[in-house]
């Protein structure tokens, strides 16, 4: 939720690189010809633009969270799902809204059949404080997603995508990024962002439970500059998590998700 950003896209251009070295594995090797042809030297010029590091914006870094919100917010978005390398409307997903720390459901819809569409509120946000809640949706065959905010909500979300796995999907995803996957145990997806909302490649991600390392990250940018800044924590035991990153003398802001059973969890992680 918040500014979460379309998951699609990483998921995607991941999966487009997974399929082509499937069907390129089938294709023999056309023979080699090398042609000498005289070398000429190319005049060597540095260009500034390409290799000085990314401008990534840190300029929220530390800074408080807001302590008021709006006393209703709506929640809203689209699901997809994915099977294989074709994205498609979710429909019928149940979405399911909780606040922590209850169990009870605040609100439920199931998205739409042409769109995926989905749209909640919080009902009622007594006291008009940040709104700590998150998304469960569920589709019959496909792994179970859960959806947290970076933070607490103060605003209305209205751009809060889901993305629903099958699990041959889920399957390929562990299987190309190396990953280890163990039955019962969970996977977060986070995307990585600046202050700006730019997604952030290269950080080191912090993933706990209890303070102690878990899980074995991977970063989706291996498989598709798509999904820059995207990051993959395969076997996470259940249980309430940590997340947060660091990148050179920068951290993230530390935030609690959970891990279910053999579900996915996705998160966004902001300085």
Avoid at 207 to 212: D, E, L, T
């Amino acid at each position: 939720m918040g500014n979460l950003r379309d998951s699609s896209i990483f998921v995607l251009g991941a999966l487009g690189a997974v399929t082509a070295c499937s069907k390129d594995a089938a294709k023999p090797d056309a023979p080699i010809v090398l042609i000498d042809a005289p070398k000429v030297d190319a005049p060597k010029v540095i260009d500034a633009a390409i290799d000085a590091p990314p401008n990534y914006d840190f300029t929220c870094e530390g800074m408080a969270l807001p302590t008021t919100a709006a006393t209703s917010i709506t929640i809203g978005g689209a699901a997809t799902t994915i099977n294989g390398t074709t994205p498609a409307a979710a429909a019928g997903v149940k979405v399911e809204l909780f606040k922590n720390p209850s169990t009870t459901v605040v609100d439920m819809q199931t998205t739409a059949a042409t769109t995926g569409a989905y749209k909640m509120a919080t009902q009622d946000n007594a006291g008009a404080a940040p709104y700590d809640g998150y998304l469960k949706a569920t589709l019959d065959g496909d792994r179970p997603t859960y959806v947290y905010p970076a933070a607490p909500l103060v605003a209305d979300s209205l751009n809060t995508p889901i993305l629903i796995l099958s699990t041959s999907t889920f399957s390929l995803f562990v299987q190309f990024l190396g990953g280890t996957q163990t039955t019962g145990n969970g996977t977060i997806g986070t995307i990585v962002t600046d202050c700006a909302g730019t997604p952030v490649d290269g950080v080191t991600m912090v993933v706990k439970q209890g303070g102690v390392d878990k899980g074995n990250t991977h970063s989706l940018s291996a498989l598709s500059s798509q999904a820059k800044g995207t990051y993959f924590t395969f076997d996470v035991p259940p249980g309430e998590t940590t997340i947060s990153a660091t990148y050179g003398t920068h951290t993230w802001r530390v935030h609690t998700v959970k891990s279910y059973a053999d579900s996915n969890t996705t998160t966004i992680a902001t300085p």
